[in-house]
């Protein structure tokens, strides 16, 4: 199976843009759907966005749509969040995961791989 490793966490005023990505190896990275979520501390971790592994779909929670864009590049082996107008409240671990199920998948029981996660701050 994949392992997975994300990138492009920081500190970053509010405001700015954040490109993170997840980076793939091992594993057919062609078969896999995609999904980011966030933690934040005492909080659960959320879905954030996922690309399926053909077509591809693409879905984004309420929280980040119309301010992020989920991308794919297989030739790379990377998925890219690409997150705008960053809040405070957007201050959490990043962290992309694998799923080999078919579709659109928002659900985090079906992600069977994840990465080690990348710090995002964001202050006012």
């Known amino acids: 199976q994949v392992q997975l490793v994300e990138s492009g966490g920081g500190l970053v005023q509010a405001g700015d843009s954040l490109r993170l990505s997840c980076a793939a190896s091992?594993?057919?990275?062609?078969?896999?759907?995609i999904g980011w979520f966030r933690q934040a501390p005492g909080k659960e971790r959320e879905f954030l966005a996922t690309?399926?592994?053909?077509?591809?779909?693409?879905y984004y929670a309420d929280s980040v749509k119309g301010r992020s864009t989920i991308s794919r590049d297989n030739a790379k082996n990377t998925v890219y969040l690409q997150v705008s107008s960053l809040k405070p409240e957007d201050t959490a671990v990043y962290y992309c995961?694998?799923?080999?199920?078919?579709?659109?998948?928002?659900?985090?029981?079906?992600?069977?791989?994840w990465g080690q996660g990348t710090q995002v701050t964001v202050f006012s």
């Open positions: 995961a694998a799923t080999y199920v078919s579709g659109v998948v928002t659900n985090r029981d079906y992600y069977r791989v």
């Open positions: 690309i399926s592994r053909s077509g591809p779909s693409t």
């Open positions: 091992g594993g057919t990275f062609g078969s896999t759907g």
